[in-house]
């Protein structure tokens, strides 16, 4: 599925996907979402249980999302712990320069409780080629390029969204971001499942493409407190 249209899903057929959520769930639940749904009513997504969003802003370094600010803002003035995601294309250019592009368009971080730390959003190619053409020692090079640039820059490390299927084909089931980098793992069933090597656990599940609130569908794995420390730092 081409990346322009729509947010982190092209790993929706890899998933038996869950057409609706669970009536209750006890954590935080939260959306992802892009231009693909248009200027969200985030007002109205909070009045139904979504306690935190994270708004698509950037894709490799050509791609701004054109609905990004107005679905920033409309999420902070609903009261929504949000954040920025970009997705990455390693197969054209570094993981430093793509992490200043999305630093530069709405990726950044502060300390207010208010903004998650920004995530790199990094799975199947949309153009076909295995892992961007990249062996596993380059992906984690690459990565690690990212992740350190945004955090020099921050101070915080960013969220690594994937699958375990994605991270243990790309970067050889890589252990070398489990102690930084907080896991989001996207997995469309009734369980989490295998998480990649050295996380014990995930902090963000995208567990349905679909379902009472537009986007994707996650949650936070802790308590609404967790969650605003997160913001903190």
């Keep these: 599925m081409r990346l322009t249209a729509a947010p982190l899903v092209a790993l929706a057929t890899t998933f038996t996907t869950v057409a609706t959520a669970p009536a209750k769930r006890a954590a935080p ?3 992802d979402v892009s231009h693909f749904q248009g200027v969200v009513d985030f007002a109205a997504a909070a009045a139904n249980g979504v306690s935190f969003a994270y708004i698509k802003a950037t894709e490799g370094t050509t791609f701004v999302d054109p609905d990004f600010s107005a679905n920033y803002n409309g999420a902070t003035t609903a009261g929504l712990i949000r954040g920025g995601y970009h997705f990455a294309h390693p197969d054209t250019s570094s993981g430093a320069t793509q992490a200043e592009y999305f630093l530069a368009h709405g990726g950044g971080w502060s300390s207010d409780g208010i903004t998650l730390p920004g995530a790199l959003d ?5 153009d076909g080629a295995e892992c961007y053409g990249l062996s596993a020692s380059a992906m984690v090079s690459w990565i690690k390029d990212f992740s350190d640039t945004y955090q020099a820059r921050t101070g ?3 969220v690594i969204y994937t699958t375990t299927d994605w991270w243990t084909t790309c970067t050889g089931n890589s252990a070398a971001f489990a102690s930084t980098n907080p896991l989001w793992i996207a997995r469309y069933s009734s369980s989490i499942g295998t998480l990649p ?3 014990s656990f995930t902090t963000f599940w995208q567990y349905a493409d679909s379902g009472p609130n537009p986007g994707d569908q996650d949650e936070f794995n802790g308590s609404l407190q967790g969650l605003k420390n997160l913001a903190l730092g």
């Design 29 to 31: 639940q939260g959306i």
């Design 156 to 158: 915080v490390f960013p």
């Design 197 to 199: 090597a050295g996380w």
């Design 122 to 126: 990094i799975e199947y190619n949309p």
